[in-house]
């Protein structure tokens, strides 16, 4: 519980440090840490336009992408405390439930008939099937280290023993990181801000949506990037008591917006077609991760 | 009750010729259900720990031909019998526009009911004799359904790809058989267990290879996969869906019975399956996405879902080699829920490509698109059996993939090296194979149904008729149910694991995946509440706000046309240049050039590499090398005469010569 507390607490202001980060590298002043929030307050109030091709599945997709971050969210625990959903394998589940959101995002984009959302769908498509193995090779050796199956004991146990677990968590943190930003089509794979929508990836995916359905999408990546540094705090978090690991969750999150602030400012975007193959690089760092466990436990031969 | 079986089966066959072409489905319908509702009750009883048992007295080349029945066979024929039910009442309607073809009804609906005779007696026959009756007869049956529209020249290809690789098929099989009967005198299934116990223990494993060859041709393991990529567009709807949601699992039955037979080292066996599921999974996927054809697209996706099936059974035996119980009720378990599973979505795929298909007439999905309006349910249907294959949640492949999850998080428990790697690797397929599983649904579905026509249709689309919808919607039903109450389900599959770990003491096994399975079940209901939740609020919060239609965003253009939207093999595009160094894809290009250009097209094929390797280029080579005697046969009455002469000096003089050398050799040895 306390975790979808936080969570949704970090996501308020999660996008607003990273503009406001990308404002104050370039010699900007910037609009205040909860200016997208108050875009999305505005989207709400809209009325909406609907492109005349689209069918049901349009008016549906925006609303099942949000519950499936939602649930995905309701996951999540904070060190030793339980989501609010928690199970042996559960983070099979958040994997899966992301799964469906995504696939409604990519036939809604479809159901458009248009010339550019087919482009920006079959990018985002691409993408995140190559990112899949790693989240799941990256877990599979944290099991290994840890012998337990769920979010929650995984990392209530990451800890104890040595400090290599850190090294580790290190490693994660680059792996979830760069999933982060292939989630939410972010800087080296793609730039949210870019007017040519032959060069988008998720942007173009949503030109069609408006009003309600946009701030839903809006306001979902928002959550989704609070989701992921979430994750991310849990590896650094262990089994400290509640009073630590609050300010230890805000202080990583925090930290995370400004380094993708920082990325998005002095990175320039990869060419689109060597993408594929720096997503699939992740695979083997989170290989790399499984046999740094093997060789923690002395199980390679 | 064996009795009323055959009778059933007898009298519908009889009555079928005469009847006239309108009754012939009904008849059919009619047989099925009742063989159907007969397996179902010693199935059902089979699964409650009551097994069935009858033997009969044979003649005397069979020996004894028992009948048993065990919750392994009761899982597979409640799994044939749901899918042929439903298969017959879709079929029915699916055929109303073949009605004038009466004689062609007759065989396809006699081989209807007596494929699905053939199945079940294939589950619980167990004698080698009367097995391969079976199974041969299953093998024509099958023939003869697909070639229902044998005017076709595709169609009777397909057909006779589908013959002859049966045939391979039963020659493995039958070798194994003749290898236990030589040894060990007997034709009884029991005969081959004594025989892996009597002999050493690599015998053992060649004789599962054997029977795995065999069987794996039938569930269309890669590489043995390649007749199914043509038989199933080329079957009528219900029967590609029979043929995907039973035929090939009725090789999935084969193998887990000879493993339940052949004692033999159960981890090298596991290592062969596991490999060869892995190559078949993300094989059978990548192909599945590159297809034009939505039937043959589906096709290839049974592929990679009975490598994924294998996947599960390869733990599980692993799992047996090293004693691992809670791998192998995972794995196994895993393994037979996604057959249930499979059967039922990919049967709803199919079902929904034949309505496409009557609507349509066409299968190519770049001609396609649109049809979700003029087609509502059937689309729905499509898209929830799309998301059930995808394994998403809240559907039932969610479930059958995380319990394999979990079967693989089971084994990295373990300590050996190069069993941890594998678990990696596998890991790593089944994750790559649900994001490809996801692009190639939504590749389906969206190029489908969705967006506008890509080409012109003389008539407008048209939903099917209630007659259809309705076994659809059955499925989908246990589709939902499965999803949402998976542990019933999971309980009942575990049923048929017994059989397979020795200590019956599995409780706790059970009761640790219990949690997480209810979990699952108690989640998946909780997002589909989320989700309706979040859209009555946003339908609410909309309702007073001003809403309008306008054309899709065009970069300020403002007169799109058809032509203009995204297609399938452009959606594709990306995925295709990263794999095209793996996989053979032929394309044909005339570029446009000059100012005005005259014409301009680009195709693309995909083809199977490892099809073009083991089956074209070996048959080429034969034919080349045949080709060279083409000059024995030219046709010249004389020549065939001198022919027979030739036959006739040599069988007369052979024996003369052998006895003359003989004699020659004697004497010399005498000098």
């Known amino acids: 519980m306390i975790s979808f507390i936080l969570i949704i607490v970090a996501s308020l202001f999660f996008t607003g440090i990273i503009i406001r980060t990308k404002s104050i590298t370039s010699g900007r002043k910037g609009p205040g840490i909860f200016q997208p929030l108050k875009d999305v307050a505005r989207l709400f109030k809209k009325g909406a336009v609907y492109s005349k091709t689209s069918s049901f599945i349009f008016q549906v997709a925006p609303s099942i992408y949000f519950a499936s971050i939602l649930m995905a969210i309701l996951v999540i625990p904070l060190g030793q405390f339980k989501g609010i959903i928690s199970f042996d394998g559960d983070f099979v589940f958040f994997a899966y439930v992301l799964g469906i959101g995504k696939f409604f995002s990519i036939i809604s984009a479809l159901d458009t008939g248009s010339s550019f959302g087919g482009m920006g769908a079959s990018r985002e498509a691409l993408f995140s099937m190559l990112v899949e193995p790693a989240f799941f090779i990256l877990m599979g050796s944290f099991i290994l280290l840890t012998g337990h199956t769920s979010f929650e004991q995984i990392f209530a146990s990451l800890h104890f023993g040595s400090y290599i677990s850190y090294i580790l968590g290190v490693l994660a943190t680059f792996v979830l990181a760069m999933m982060t930003m292939v989630e939410n089509s972010r800087m080296p794979i793609d730039d949210p801000k870019t007017h040519l929508e032959l060069t988008m990836v998720h942007e173009v995916m949503i030109l069609d949506n408006s009003g309600f359905d946009l701030g839903l999408i809006l306001y979902a990546s928002n959550l989704k990037f609070a989701m992921y540094g979430a994750l991310i705090a849990n590896f650094f978090m262990g089994s400290f008591p509640l009073y630590l690991t609050i300010p230890i969750f805000i202080a990583i999150q925090i930290l995370f917006a400004i380094s993708v602030g920082l990325l998005e400012s002095f990175t320039a975007r990869f060419r689109m077609n060597h993408n594929a193959q720096y997503i699939l690089a992740l695979s083997s760092v989170s290989l790399l991760i499984f046999f740094g466990v093997l060789l923690i436990l002395g199980r390679i031969v | ?671």
């Open chain 2, 1 to 671: 009750m064996i009795t009323a079986f055959i009778a059933i089966i007898l009298v519908s066959i009889l009555i079928i010729p005469f009847a006239q072409a309108k009754w012939k489905g009904v008849i059919t319908v009619g047989a099925v259900c009742l063989i159907a509702i007969l397996s179902c009750v010693v199935a059902i009883q089979t699964l409650g720990g009551k097994n069935f048992e009858y033997s009969f007295a044979g003649s005397l080349i069979t020996g004894k031909i028992p009948v048993r029945i065990d919750a392994l066979s009761g899982w597979f024929i409640l799994i044939i019998s749901f899918s042929f039910v439903t298969g017959a009442f879709y079929g029915l309607q699916y055929m109303k526009p073949y009605r004038s073809q009466t004689a062609n009804l007759s065989i396809h609906s006699i081989s209807y009911i007596l494929l699905f005779a053939a199945l079940i007696s294939i589950c619980s026959l167990q004698n080698s004799i009367a097995f391969l009756i079976a199974w041969e007869i299953m093998a024509i049956g099958c023939f003869l359904v697909i070639i229902f529209e044998h005017y076709k020249k595709n169609t009777i290809s397909a057909g006779i790809n589908f013959l002859i690789q049966s045939h391979v098929c039963i020659m493995f099989l039958t070798l194994g058989f003749i290898w236990v009967a030589l040894k060990m005198n007997s034709y009884d299934f029991n005969a081959i267990r004594d025989f892996s116990l009597s002999n050493p223990m690599l015998s053992g494993v060649a004789l599962f290879l054997c029977f795995f060859i065999g069987f794996a041709i039938k569930a269309g393991f890669v590489p043995f996969h390649t007749w199914l990529p043509y038989a199933h567009p080329a079957a009528p709807a219900h029967i590609s869906a029979v043929l995907s949601s039973v035929i090939i699992k009725i090789g999935i039955y084969g193998i887990l019975r000879m493993l339940l037979l052949i004692k033999t080292d159960y981890t090298l066996i596991g290592y062969v399956i596991l490999f060869f599921s892995l190559v078949s999974g993300i094989y059978g996927v990548m192909l599945a996405i590159l297809q034009h054809n939505l039937k043959k697209l589906l096709a290839y996706h049974s592929i990679e879902n009975i490598g994924i099936i294998g996947i599960g059974i390869g733990l599980g035996c692993i799992g047996m080699g090293k004693g691992n119980n809670v791998l192998i009720v995972l794995g196994f378990a895993g393994a037979l829920l996604h057959t249930l599973n499979h059967s039922l979505f990919k049967s709803i795929l199919f079902y929904a490509a034949g309505n496409v298909y009557q609507s349509a007439h066409t299968m190519n999905i770049e001609q396609l698109g649109g049809i979700g309006k003029r087609m509502p349910h059937t689309s729905l249907l499509f898209l929830i059996s799309a998301l059930a294959i995808c394994g998403l949640p809240p559907f039932n492949g969610f479930v059958s993939e995380f319990i394999i999850y979990n079967g693989m998080f089971a084994g990295l428990k373990d300590t050996a090296f190069s069993f941890l790697l594998s678990i990696a690797s596998s890991l790593f397929s089944l994750a790559l194979i649900g994001g490809l599983a996801l692009l190639c649904f939504t590749k389906a579905f969206g190029a489908v149904f969705l967006g506008t026509p890509r080409s012109f249709f003389k008539q407008a689309h048209e939903e099917a008729n209630l007659g259809k919808l309705i076994p659809m919607y059955a499925g989908t039903a246990l589709i939902l149910l499965i999803g949402m109450f998976p542990k019933f389900f999971v309980k009942t599959a575990i049923q048929p694991v017994h059989l397979f770990v020795q200590p019956l003491n599995t409780n706790t096994i059970v009761f640790s995946i219990t949690h997480p399975i209810t979990m699952i079940g108690y989640s998946a209901i909780g997002f589909t509440i989320l989700a309706s939740l979040i859209f009555i609020i946003r339908k609410r919060l909309t309702l007073s706000k001003p809403q309008r239609s306008e054309v899709t965003w065009g970069c300020g253009y403002v007169a799109p046309t058809n032509k203009m939207q995204y297609t399938a093999s452009s959606f594709i595009r990306a995925y295709r240049k990263l794999i095209e160094p793996v996989l053979s894809i032929h394309k044909k290009k005339i570029p446009i050039t000059a100012v005005f250009p005259i014409t301009g097209c680009q195709e693309t094929h995909a083809y199977d590499k490892l099809e073009e390797w083991l089956i074209d280029n070996p048959l080429r080579q034969l034919k080349h090398f045949f080709n060279r005697f083409t000059f024995l046969q030219n046709g010249n009455p004389q020549f065939y005469i001198l022919y027979g002469l030739i036959f006739i000096s040599l069988v007369l003089g052979v024996p003369v010569i052998y006895e003359y050398l003989k004699s020659l050799i004697k004497f010399l040895n005498q000098v």
